[in-house]
């Protein structure tokens, strides 16, 4: 018999991969990509490993779904992601025709609504799951590299 998991269990995962993020000294942002009940793409932000303003969580969760499913659509998947998607990010998830997105997190002045992107008509958005854990483990790695600097 198959497990049915929440919201909950999946943006857990989400900020398992923020955290993974923060161990390895880029923002603390994590995303998981699901379907069917299954997590078909996780990632967190590789920016500074990279060398690369693309490689935000959600865009290297994207890579990775697209992969496994064979195809540039994520119809019926879920985005778990802790932390309010740029523009850029929400231009991908547009045109990756993403179901749903569930956001921890808002990010008042870089997300995407302050910046007036636009998600797919389609998309559902849930705000709010789990806010509290994503923004006390952005809140920390900043302070860090202001007490760095």
């Excluded at 993020?21 to 699901?34: K, L, N, Q, T």
Aim: proline share 3%.
């Amino acid at each position: 018999m198959l497990q049915a998991f929440d919201d909950s269990y999946f943006m857990k995962k989400a900020l398992e991969e923020a955290q993974r993020a923060y161990e390895r000294d880029e923002i603390p942002v994590g995303a998981v990509i699901v379907h069917q009940q299954n997590i078909i793409g996780r990632a967190h932000n590789l920016t500074e490993l990279l060398n690369d303003v693309t490689a935000h969580a959600e865009m290297q969760a994207i890579t990775a779904a697209a992969n496994y499913l064979g195809g540039k659509y994520l119809r019926d998947c879920t985005m778990y992601v802790t932390l309010e998607p740029c523009q850029m990010c929400a231009g991908a998830l547009y045109w990756s025709q993403l179901s749903k997105l569930v956001i921890a997190a808002p990010d008042k002045n870089r997300g995407f609504k302050a910046m007036g992107a636009k998600l797919h008509p389609k998309t559902k958005v849930i705000e709010g799951l789990m806010e509290e854990e994503a923004a006390r483990l952005l809140k920390s790695f900043f302070i860090e590299k202001r007490n760095l600097n």
